[in-house]
């Protein structure tokens, strides 16, 4: 068997990346190195390393150094002790499908490394499908999908009236919602992740918001949360966040008293430390006095006093946001003295009347 001749040609089944991808809980094979896959991938797909991080490395010097046929010559070499764990470990993937549905194979860009597998697994009789362009072709796809959201709505509002607690009753309702903050990780602020939870890469991100939204139906409005770019160190995918901030949005609004109410109940379990270390990471726009009152307040255990310090900072960054990015279709949400799902209910009723 000529495995170097063999790999030149390309598999019978190749489809260009689309939402088909997520449908029927595909088996996505990323041929890439470890390194590349951590840095990004198909939300849901396997990682299914032609080279490891080193090897690929190896290549890439001698393809700098020496040219294509010393690379592909050294990286037959590599890849010929690995043969057949590498057809094991697919037929044992595709035989665990409830639907057997062919394998998706895809590597940087649909070249020699998803060939070449594809190649090996159609000769042992796995059905297979190379992804045309491979993973930049799939990111391509996103941020078009991203810039083309049919029906995109935006729930906004001052922190504290309590928008994901809004948006999750939404959904309850049967609304179409995308959790932003639940895919980031964070909560948005400098108080948003006081537990540390490892976040995602932005890359990732991205790539899971594109996963959440080819899920929504498109005849349907899609909801999400007015947010700012960077949401805790992820980065909102450029397309999406242009496509937000076109969006219609409808506000929430509830007296202070209440967004009190609600920034104390979310933080009020928190450690003592870790909301004075949030306090610390504001503390220049927030101003010394005003950073002083505030750890007073929580050393002495006053977390509403702190609250209200914290919420003057951020009323102030909401006002200067909503007069950077001036939104043309904006819809004001009378949400005092009202629960979170007669909110839910009301932003959806009066969304349907624009």
């Not at 998706?104 to 042992?124: F, N, P």
């Not at 979310?266 to 949030?278: D, I, R, S």
């Not at 799902?341 to 959806?348: D, F, G, W, Y």
């Amino acid at each position: 068997m000529d495995l170097k001749r063999a790999t030149v040609d390309e598999p019978n089944d190749q489809r260009t990346p689309g939402s088909w991808l997520f449908e029927s809980s595909r088996i996505i094979l990323d041929t890439r190195s470890p390194a590349e896959f951590e840095k990004g991938h198909i939300t849901g797909a396997t990682s299914f390393p032609l080279f490891d991080n080193e090897e690929r490395a190896v290549i890439g010097t001698l393809y700098k150094q020496r040219g294509k046929d010393q690379a592909v010559e050294k990286g037959f070499e590599l890849v010929s002790p690995k043969l057949a764990g590498f057809v094991s470990r697919a037929q044992a993937l595709f035989d665990a499908q409830s639907t057997p549905l062919p394998l998706v194979v895809h590597c940087w860009r649909g070249g020699m490394r998803s060939s070449s597998v594809a190649w090996l697994l159609e000769q042992h009789g796995i059905p297979v499908v190379k992804l045309i362009g491979g993973y930049k072709a799939y990111r391509q796809q996103a941020r078009s999908d991203f810039a083309s959201i049919p029906i995109l709505c935006v729930l906004g509002g001052m922190t504290g009236v309590g928008k994901t607690q809004v948006l999750g009753r939404m959904a309850e309702m049967g609304a179409q919602v995308v959790d932003l903050e639940g895919l980031a990780g964070h909560l948005g602020s400098a108080f948003g992740n006081l537990d540390r939870i490892p976040q995602p890469s932005s890359e990732q991100f991205g790539n899971d918001c594109h996963r959440a939204l080819c899920a929504c139906d498109g005849n349907r409005p899609v909801w999400i949360e007015n947010e700012s770019r960077v949401i805790g160190k992820v980065h909102l995918p450029q397309d999406l966040f242009d496509a937000l901030r076109a969006a219609p949005v409808w506000v929430v609004e509830r007296t202070l008293e209440e967004r009190v109410d609600e920034t104390c109940r979310v933080y009020g379990e928190a450690n003592l430390q870790a909301l004075k270390a949030a306090f610390g990471r504001i503390r220049d726009k927030l101003g010394g006095l005003a950073f002083r009152e505030a750890t007073k307040a929580l050393e002495c255990g006053d977390l509403r006093k702190a609250a209200e310090i914290g919420l003057i900072y951020y009323d102030k960054l909401y006002r200067h946001t909503r007069t950077r990015y001036p939104r043309e279709h904006c819809h004001a949400v009378d949400g005092r003295g009202l629960s979170f799902e007669a909110i839910a209910e009301r932003v959806l009723m009066e969304s349907k009347s624009h």
